[in-house]
């Protein structure tokens, strides 16, 4: 009996510095998506942030940097200045092709990754003004037909996959400090009457 089921590789990683790259190792006959976040000094948010923003709940983009400018969180604005680029190569191929430089494309990607990009329906509880600040998600979709079971990239060639950030700004406040990666994939549980196997 062979029963298909999603699962999820989680990694987290020290960073620092304006340009970062970092190499995941885990390989998937089908991997469907990958999904990053990042982590800042939150001892840089006003006392009355602080108490609200934690690990597991902040999500950090370098546009907070100019947010800790102002008297509250809350009142963060857009600075072109603080954006963040990104990009994910996998093997020899690059993904997209072309670096995300805009929080505008970021979105784009996260809702192409989960599958809400042109739906009338359904949508993310995430406002423009919380993603650049502390809502930040990066989605990546790497399936060749969007949402359809086992078209994701097969890595088990021994490709390396490589994460690469570039945060505009030179100031300290504006650099991420740690990434979490979630990678999400289609796996194969196969139960036989002598045993059972895994397929990823």
Known sequence: MAINY???VSQFQTISGQQNSVNVTRSFTRLKSIFLSFLGDLKTYAATDAILHK????FFHPSSAAAIQSDHMSNGYYNPDFELEWQVQIGSKLYPEMSVRSVSESMYQLLKCVGILNSSVHSLDITNRDYYTYKYIIGLDLEKVLQAG???LNTKAGD???????CLSDQNAAQATQIFIILHADIILNIRDNGVEVFE
């Open 6 to 8: 999603n699962t999820y």
């Open 55 to 58: 690990s597991f709940n902040t």
């Open 150 to 152: 086992f078209t994701g």
């Open 160 to 166: 390396l996959i490589s994460i690469k950030t570039k």
